[in-house]
């Protein structure tokens, strides 16, 4: 989804799908862009709920903000007491074979939704945006596609409640007579004004959204939800992903289909810090799941941007900046333990904890994730991709 | 650019080394090689481009007869079993800067063979002298061994001697004899994909016939390693049994299991906690556990599912 002409704003913050940036290269204003999009911050009576109604504590992305926005999540809850069940919708647009933790983010939240509502799940692979966007071969992203659907069930997914398909594997049938409705319903115009395609744009790219909004209607997959049951859909993404899903929320009441609902995150910080951006070309922005051991001490300790002072007098004195410290934010991201967390955040700002402690804590955590998904994906075989992007009945999916 | 043969040779009557030079056809083999010069007074040499997964790599000169082992090497050099392998082609050029065929220790004179390490043959030591190529195989010129250091010296490199031959046992109270050849501040050299190497045939002066690059197919996705996967299929195949082992499976938990009781266990907790202790450890247990059984018990699941998929699309129907 990538973009030639969108408005240049330079007074405010850009976020779109393409672009992220922040204010005079500042931080990102989060309540600025909720009120922006019109979404709804995801509050603690929220949380709250979701942690009574699954019997179980929430996701520590949930308790640390991390997802922090909704559209209609609370009609689905509201549906989900009722008995009503949901699905889960996300996606991945497979341009590289690395992933980092980063990208991980969302499919480890979906996860836990999984898990915690014991609903099904579909997972996007969108081989053929990526071969349009960023101009590869047919063969080498479906290739891409099958090399990160791996990673992915390397994050834990249930296969019997799990459909993973890649756009040009499935796109055709009932998938299909969805699109041609989605896009009946939106003008060139629409499209424009959303993605910012120019004139000299090839067809490919404007006739690409429906296929990301189809997943989001249940009468796309024929062999996992019959008619008569007009499931709600829920889709976890990250926050830049918005504007897209308006376009597809605007037209579903149109067709007749449940608005898809959407839980929305925060962006995962560069290592540089959070003015720096993430690139596939620098392996030093973001920690990949390929990292060793030593890799990840080693990018931890040179290249996470650090909030304490430039000296041991002047941080005992001062403390640390906790507002701009990677490690501080990572750890946010990943260290289970609330209190344990709170303690480092506390003597880190006051100055009593210094900056390598607080790196070296990381990058136990950061270690054990990386082993733990290496061991999972180290399970994966080209036979469990198979079965996971079967077009299957999913018999017990909701059980 | 390169040393040309004529500049290596001007540099060697610098540093007045004498070598009878013998000009022969271009030979790309040492039998080659032993056809024009073999009658001669001299010992010929074999000469082997290598690289390890880091990107490190190494010349091994040793003499024709000499058996090198390169997964011996590999384990004395600290890089593991199967860590060394003959060097792409376009490492030839672009750090030895010579053509194929040429692999020699002189090739060390170039700047972009600055990090290469070398092994010489301890054998080479007991000749009365050597064949090399001068950076050319259209020529070959025989050293001694103190005229070799004579001008490894003065190119900055430490002659380095090594009984390829032996086999020393490497383990964790035995560290691998050669480690400090590994080069340190190795120059990373942008990896095109890899191309399958194999030792082929009669031993070559030069790194072997490359194989075609894999040509992927969706079906099979054969992975090029630019990012480096560690895992090979072999690797995958072995964790998905023991992953659809219930035998493994249990001893996994069981594994996990008593190593946490018996770690909480301990006569300061039962002091401390007395009655207590059990619904302790209990609690440890449920929380340090839950998470990872839990993976792991979606692994097998997973597994199993992934099995009676694969015979379930193979099944044959019944014969009426």
């Known amino acids: ?399 | 650019m390169g040393h040309t043969k004529e500049q290596l040779l001007t540099r060697l009557q610098e540093l007045q080394i004498d070598f009878p030079r013998y000009e022969h056809p271009v030979v790309l083999t040492v039998e080659a090689q032993a056809k024009y010069v073999g009658h001669l007074k001299g010992a010929l040499s074999k000469n082997l481009f290598l690289k390890d997964k880091k990107q490190r790599f190494y010349i091994v000169s040793a003499l024709a007869e000499t058996k090198v082992d390169l997964k011996v090497l590999s384990q004395r050099l600290g890089l593991g079993k199967g860590g060394l392998r003959m060097a792409p082609e376009e490492a030839l050029a672009e750090i030895l800067q010579v053509p194929l065929g040429c692999v020699t220790p002189f090739a060390l004179v170039n700047e972009s063979a600055r990090h290469v390490s070398l092994l010489l043959d301890q054998g080479i030591k007991s000749q009365e002298c050597c064949f090399f190529h001068p950076l050319s195989n259209d020529m070959s010129i025989t050293v001694n061994a103190r005229d070799l250091d004579k001008f490894l010296t003065s190119i900055g490199k430490n002659p380095a001697y090594v009984d390829l031959e032996a086999n020393p046992p490497v383990g964790k109270d035995q560290p691998p004899d050669l480690a400090t050849l590994v080069p340190s501040d190795a120059k990373i050299v942008a990896e095109p994909p890899e191309k399958q190497v194999s030792s082929q045939g009669p031993e070559r002066n030069h790194l072997s016939v490359n194989n075609h690059p894999k040509v992927i197919t969706v079906a099979k996705a054969v992975k090029p390693s630019n990012a480096s996967t560690k895992e090979k299929s072999p690797d995958a195949v072995n964790l998905s049994i023991s992953y659809a082992d219930p035998d493994k499976f249990v001893q996994e938990i069981l594994e996990k299991t008593t190593s946490i009781v018996l770690s909480e266990i301990k006569e300061e907790n039962i002091e401390r906690n007395g009655e207590q202790l059990a619904t302790i450890v209990s609690n440890n247990i449920s929380k340090q556990l839950g998470l990872e059984l839990k993976n792991i018990a979606t692994i097998f699941k997973n597994t199993a599912y992934t099995e009676g998929f694969k015979a379930g699309i193979h099944h044959q129907p019944k014969r009426m």
């Open chain 1, 1 to 399: 989804m990538e973009n030639q002409n969108h408005e240049e704003q330079e007074e405010e913050q850009i976020v779109t799908p393409w672009e992220v940036t922040a204010e005079k290269g500042g931080k990102i204003d989060y309540d600025k862009l909720i009120d922006k999009f019109g979404c709804q911050r995801l509050d603690q009576s929220l949380i709250d709920r979701v942690a009574r109604l699954t019997r179980r504590p929430p996701h520590v992305f949930l308790r640390r903000g991390v997802f922090f926005a909704h559209r209609d999540f609370t009609d689905v809850l509201d549906a989900y007491e009722r008995g009503e069940r949901f699905y889960l919708y996300t996606g991945r647009g497979p341009s590289s074979e690395a992933l980092h933790l980063g990208h991980l983010v969302p499919f480890m939240f979906t996860k836990y939704l999984q898990d915690a509502f014991k609903v099904p799940l579909v997972i996007q692979l969108t081989d053929d945006e990526k071969c349009m966007w960023k101009n590869l071969s047919v063969e080498e992203s479906q290739r891409l596609a099958r090399e990160n659907a791996k990673d992915i069930i390397a994050c834990g997914f249930d296969v019997s409640r799990t459909f993973i398909f890649s756009d040009f594997d499935y796109v055709g049938g009932s998938f299909y007579k969805n699109m041609v409705k989605i896009a009946k319903c939106v003008t060139y115009n629409k499209v424009v004004g959303i993605f910012g395609f120019s004139g000299e744009d090839h067809i490919g790219k404007v006739s690409f959204p429906p296929v990301q909004a189809a997943p989001s209607f249940p009468s796309s997959f024929p062999h996992l939800f019959s008619d008569k049951d007009n499931h709600r859909c829920l889709i976890p993404c990250a926050i830049d992903q918005d504007p897209y899903f308006r376009m597809t929320r605007d037209v579903a009441p149109r067709l007749g289909y449940h608005k898809p609902a959407l839980i929305e995150s925060s962006f995962f910080p560069a290592l540089q810090g959070e003015t720096g951006k993430m690139s596939a070309s620098d392996p030093n922005s973001a920690i990949y799941v390929t990292d060793s051991a030593k890799d990840i001490k080693n990018k931890i300790n040179r290249y996470a941007f650090s909030g304490g002072q430039d000296s041991i007098e002047n941080h005992r004195k001062y403390g640390a900046n906790l507002e701009v410290d990677i490690p501080i934010k990572y750890l946010g991201f990943f260290l289970e333990d609330d209190a344990e967390l709170e303690y480092i955040r506390t003597e880190y700002g006051a100055g009593r904890m210094l900056t390598g402690e607080v790196k070296k804590r990381l990058i136990e955590v950061l270690t054990e994730l990386v082993e733990r998904h290496r061991r999972a994906r180290a399970a994966v075989t080209d036979e469990m991709v198979d079965a996971f992007m079967a077009v299957r009945p999913l018999p017990n999916m909701f059980s």
